[in-house]
């Protein structure tokens, strides 16, 4: 579910997504040849000095003040800015499409000018809403003193310390980060606008985020399109994820011109790789831009490295080597006594921790997500039902891996919550099925994405009664990646008529390229 941009190491992310978000989340669109008629870009008057420039359009800024936590104002107030990228063309806009990006946590303004370029024509009459989520980009920071690269390098100890220590410093200002403020906030921009509805268009975290809108919103959402998605009522042991691990590895050989990989081989490869570091974890230097880190590679963090960090971007250059694309062959070497292909994967992956504060992150999952054990049970009892859950797992039901193994890997997921706090959490959980609206749904996921399965992206769009979903062959997290502007032509499309129109290209996407494995 998290994205992480591999430029800023921040989630959106699943990714991760990024990231490493995302991986950590996520979730930047590719840049597309411009569709829109080259006009000259202008700011508002007396806009902000952060307010972006889409060549074509006029962009509006500005921030509304909001309180941090509803009914509770003595713990403050919370600034959330925004930006409006009008139509291009003549005439009132036929509509307004709000997107978000992914993490929690990601940034959305700064990235206007990637959305004015590959959303094209849909901005002719379309009128464009971003709006930074509270903590994230130019909304009010409320940092919590846990930086991006200390949580992901951490071993699994020092990431729950880590998310204790996160909501220490926060206080009880920690049940300002939810979905729920996240929506009512993008709703008071809305009436703030005068816009009747907004068609919501949400990528990885955003498609947990937009059905949250659209459950306490019901008449303000038009239709929705949900991209690299995952269900409210997700599995809280991950085991979709784990088993499209093993998925993936099939199929990238399976479609590899010059049989590059055997899939079954492949996934033998990584279930050996899995046991001997369950037994014995290696420890890897990472640098960054910020330092060195020494990372204790587990099983844990291999399950991360595949699940969140091989999905990232796969199918955005189908011709260059990816993470995935190199899997096999790294593993392959791994169980012949080479463990240098596999180090040098996880070097490149950690290139990309940052210092960039992770409160907006850690909040939300900690505050929002469904967990193994009941949040209102002290400590110790969240840990015994978390371990009666572990134990209840079937055989094999999280692929290569064991189930402890591979829900250690999650950052938003497995125990790392299980420390945070009672008494400075939201008073009310998420709700994992709230009643939606009978609006137009679509749904797409990557057939490589192991971070939000075509499994999860199913029962996303389960949760409503009139969408449509489909899986688009050869790409990951997020589909938007792909180069083409298949993916982007069908959501553009879909968010102008309610339809997808024609959707033949999602199915003939070019296979990635995979470095053949060498015995």
Not at 361 to 383: F, L, T
Not at 420 to 439: C, G, I, M
């Amino acid at each position: 579910m998290t994205y992480t941009n591999k430029k800023t190491g921040r989630r959106a992310g699943l990714a991760v997504a990024a990231t490493a978000l995302l991986a950590t989340a996520a979730t930047i669109l590719p840049v597309s040849t411009p569709r829109a008629a080259p006009v000259a870009a202008s700011r508002t008057a007396n806009a902000p000095t952060w307010c972006p420039t889409v060549p074509g359009h006029r962009v509006d800024c500005d921030a509304l003040d909001r309180p941090l936590v509803a009914g509770e104002p003595a713990l403050g107030r919370v600034q959330v800015s925004y930006a409006v990228v009008r139509h291009s063309g003549a005439g009132p806009a036929k509509g307004t499409v709000a997107v978000n990006t992914g993490g929690p946590g990601e940034v959305v303004i700064d990235r206007a000018p990637l959305f004015g370029h590959a959303l094209g024509d849909l901005l002719k009459d379309h009128d464009l809403l971003l709006v930074d989520p509270r903590g994230t980009g130019r909304s009010e920071r409320i940092p919590c003193g846990v930086t991006d690269a200390e949580y992901r390098f951490g071993t699994r100890a020092q990431q729950r310390a880590s998310v204790e220590r996160c909501a220490e410093n926060l206080g009880p200002r920690a049940a300002g980060y939810t979905s729920a403020a996240t929506a009512d906030d993008i709703d008071a921009v809305r009436a703030r606008l005068g816009v009747p509805q907004l068609s919501l268009y949400g990528l990885s975290y955003g498609t947990y985020l937009m059905p949250v809108y659209a459950s306490r919103h019901p008449e303000r959402a038009r239709s929705i399109v949900q991209s690299g998605a995952y269900p409210l009522g997700f599995d809280p042991l991950s085991r979709p994820q784990a088993q499209a691990v093993s998925l993936s590895l099939h199929r990238v050989c399976g479609r590899s011109p010059r049989t590059a990989c055997d899939g079954k081989q492949a996934v033998n490869d990584l279930k050996t790789v899995a046991t001997r570091l369950r037994a014995r974890p290696m420890t890897v230097p990472v640098t960054t831009g910020h330092g060195t880190y020494s990372v204790r590679f587990t099983e844990g963090k291999l399950a991360n490295l595949l699940y969140e960090a091989a999905s990232r971007e796969v199918g955005a250059a189908p011709g260059e080597p990816s993470l995935l694309g190199r899997l096999p062959a790294a593993l392959s070497a791994f169980t012949r006594g080479d463990t240098a292909p596999l180090r040098t994967l996880v070097q490149e992956d950690g290139a990309s921790g940052s210092t960039e504060d992770q409160a907006p992150y850690i909040g939300v999952v900690c505050n929002d997500y469904r967990q193994a054990w009941s949040a209102k049970a002290p400590v110790a009892e969240r840990w015994r039902q978390y371990r009666a859950a572990l134990a209840g797992a079937e055989r094999g039901e999280h692929g290569a891996f064991s189930a402890e193994g591979f829900n250690e890997g999650p950052t938003d997921g497995g125990d790392v919550c299980i420390g945070w706090p009672r008494e400075n959490t939201a008073p009310h959980r998420q709700p994992t099925h709230p009643k939606l609206p009978d609006v137009p749904v679509l749904v797409l996921s990557g057939d490589l994405d192991a971070n939000t399965p075509d499994a999860n992206g199913v029962r996303a769009a389960r949760q409503f009664d009139d969408s449509r979903f489909f899986s688009v062959r050869n790409t990951g997290h997020v589909p938007e990646w792909e180069p083409t502007g298949c993916v982007t032509g069908v959501s553009t499309r879909f968010l102008r008529t309610g339809g997808p129109g024609d959707t033949s290209c999602l199915r003939g996407l070019e296979p990635i390229t995979v470095e053949p494995v060498r015995e």
